[in-house]
Structure formats: C-alpha cells, structure tokens
C-alpha cells in the first residue's frame, strides 16, 4: 500500500510537471523607463553690437540642430549656431532638434558713438583701418569694434594701444 501511494503520488508530480511546462509563462505588461532630457539652449536672450558675432549652442544632445532667424535682416545664423548681427533691432534665432525648438532673442544695437573716443594722434590714412584698435577705460586689452567682451570703447591705433601696455584680446584677435 505504502509502495502504490509513492508510485501513484510520483506519477502525479510528473504529470504536473509535464503540464505545466507546456504553457507559457504569464507575461506581464513591460514598461520603459525614459531619462527626462536636460537639452537647452545656452543663452535665452543675448544683445550685440552691429557686425559682431556669437555662438549658440544647444545643450544636451549629440544630434544635428537645424538654426534659422525669422529675420535675417536683423542677425544670420550659420549651421553652426554662429550669429552674425546685420543691423539695428531685434528677431529670434530658432534651434530645431528631434521636432523641438529653442529660441534665443537676438537684439542688435548700433556702436554708441558717444563713447568712442579718439585717442590717435597720427593722421595718416594709409594703413587706418588696420591699425585701428579699441580699448576700454580700466582693461589691460585691445579689442575690435565687434569683440562681445569691449564695453566703454575708446578708439586708438594698435601700436599706441601697445606701447601703453595693452595686449590683444584672445577672443577677437585684432
């Protein structure tokens, strides 16, 4: 009796086993976890000075970003994210990735005139325009009109401007 319930048990615990080893496995609904993204762009409003230059950037992402300016009278804006500012007044550069866009108002202004002094003593209009550097009241650089780091400006030669000390800024290379 006791030999018939252990065959009789065995063969109940092989049967199951055999049963349930052809059906499937319940399969559970599956989720994906998505990184919440950190792209931005690098500057959300930015001034310049007529015939300058800037760089914009999008943050967080490798992928290609598509730039464009709803006015390209105003600034242009190269593949690179370069802005170049045209003339007086303000437009939005857009930058586009995976169907997103980033916006940056651009505002334009003229060079203040009534901060450009000239310092030159020379009068001679050979090699002016060349020579023509800027400095400011308290820096220890020379600047171009255009550099994005020149705030007070005052107009003088390349050669005076080193002869008094400056040297040339590394951002505009004058």
């Keep these: 009796m006791k030999l018939l319930k252990k065959i009789l048990l ?3 615990i092989i049967t199951t086993v055999f049963t349930f ?14 990184q919440a993204s950190n792209i931005s762009i690098n500057r959300k409003r930015y001034t310049l000075v007529k015939g300058s230059t800037f760089k914009l950037k999008i943050n967080g992402t490798s992928k290609k970003v598509k730039w464009s300016s709803n006015n390209k009278k105003i600034a242009t804006v190269n593949s690179n994210g370069k802005v170049t500012a045209k003339k007086k007044g303000t437009c939005t550069i857009t930058g586009k990735v ?3 866009k980033y916006s940056c108002k651009i505002t334009v202004k003229n060079a203040k005139s009534n901060y450009v002094y000239n310092t030159s003593k020379s009068n001679s209009s050979t090699n002016e325009k060349s020579s023509t550097v800027y400095i400011t009241k ?3 650089k020379y600047h171009r009109l255009n550099c994005r780091t020149l705030r007070s ?3 003088t030669t390349k050669k005076e401007a080193q002869a008094r000390g400056y040297t040339a800024c590394k951002v505009c290379c004058p």
């Design 10 to 12: 065995s063969i109940l």
């Design 21 to 34: 080893s052809q059906i499937t496995p319940l399969e559970l609904p599956t989720t994906s976890i998505v």
């Design 98 to 100: 995976n169907e997103k």
């Design 138 to 140: 308290t820096g220890k």
């Design 153 to 155: 400006i005052i107009k």
